[in-house]
């Protein structure tokens, strides 16, 4: 039950952060107006793309991670597929969509804590 509700708790948390995600790709389009090519903002505006980007594609895998922990592999599969959507060459979403469909099509039961605490703990 406690791992069932951090796993509740944890995709909960992924898809605020994905909302909040949303409200700073907005807040950063509404300033690309103002730039020029090649000024500062430009540049500037480069480097926020580009971390929305690890942004997204981190919090795309993390979510599609805590789906398989419950063994959701459908759900798991929508959330990197979103991702895909936006970043259809992303290596790391792919290999992610990899090993989703080979869990489900292993029925291994996907993701599997093992040890007892400290992190890094993947399983098969």
Do not use: F, H
């Not at 798991?76 to 959507?85: E, K, P, S």
């Amino acid at each position: 039950a406690l791992t069932s509700r951090n796993q509740s708790s944890a995709i909960k948390g992924y898809d605020k952060a994905l909302s909040e995600i949303g409200k700073a790709r907005k807040a950063v389009d509404k300033v690309r107006d103002k730039a020029q090519d090649g000024d500062e903002l430009s540049r500037a505006l480069v480097v926020c793309d580009e971390k929305i980007k690890e942004v997204v594609i981190d919090t795309r895998i993390n979510l599609a991670d805590a789906y398989m922990l419950r063994s959701s592999y459908n759900q798991a599969t929508d959330a990197v597929n979103q991702g895909l959507a936006e970043y259809p060459q992303d290596q790391r979403l792919m290999a992610t969509r990899a090993r989703i469909t080979s869990a489900a099509s292993n029925g291994d039961g996907g993701w599997v804590i093992v040890g007892g605490g400290g992190g890094g703990g993947r399983g098969r």
